[in-house]
């Protein structure tokens, strides 16, 4: 597996990472625990070493799953979890009650965190979303805290705007913005990504395979449980779906020519943007996870990307991200 760095910090991780949260928590069905910790091993067999959790998920299932699976391999990976939204105990499948960035939320959080994941520090602590209500300076001072008293490694922002990233840096290094970005959802591209050139930043891309759909195994007749995300995202009703199949076909143009799967197309692109880029797309089925990682072994050349963005500059995506 080839390595990343994660901008100017000293975190070393697999070109690839591994979102964790559908193994305990979201689209139905959930994975079995047993199994869910046999994959995480075999994830780790395969040279990933980038994991990413959060409290919320769960809320904190997903957490307790990763301390116990990846406890064999501790000091070998990296996790990365988030705090930043607080819960209620009667909301059922949606424990995110609100946004709270407090810094006692924060340390709270850092100290249940640390217990679930079996670690001594945080290896990467993300603020969820930003919180209008706390002031930036303020979450990057907790952090900044807990990074002191060694509770904490490295600090992320999570779907961030340059200005917030701007102002948090100044208080304590941010090592990661984690956002959505894919061939298809570009928006970080215009202000986040120069910023995070600029500042020494990586860049974590979640949902790179666009919920799934950029692996071309959804069409018009696919159907979502209600609990999925997609059932009730404006990107996957049955019109939408194949308004947006030119995408699609750009990726499988592509991918033929280079005995590559349109899902690996896609990672390939990311990867090729900038050499701090590290997508972590979620799977929880060894097929899945090896076909991602077949990833890194497509090299797309100046011409490849540049037919790339041609075809998706003539293609108008259908439907907001949510």
Known sequence: MQKRTLGNSNMEVSAIGLGCMRMSFGDSPIGDRQEMISFLHAAVDRGITFFDTAEVYGPFTNEELLGEALAP???????????????????????????????????????????????EAIDLFYQHRVDPAVPIEDVAGAVKDLIQEGKVKHFGLSEAGADVIRRAHAVQPVTALQSEYSIWWRTVEEAVLPTCEELGIGFVPYSPLGRGFLTGKIDESSTFADNDIRARNPRFTPEAIQANRTVVDVLERIGTAKRATPAQIALAWLLAQKPWIVPIPGSRKLERLDENLGAVNVELTPNDLAAIDDAMSTITVVGDRY
């Open 73 to 119: 391999f501790r000091g070998q990976v990296v996790i990365a979890t988030k705090f930043g939204f607080k819960h209620a105990p009667n909301l059922g499948p949606n424990p995110a009650s609100g946004l709270d960035s407090r810094p006692e939320q924060i340390k709270r959080v850092a100290e249940a965190s640390l217990k679930r994941l079996q670690v």
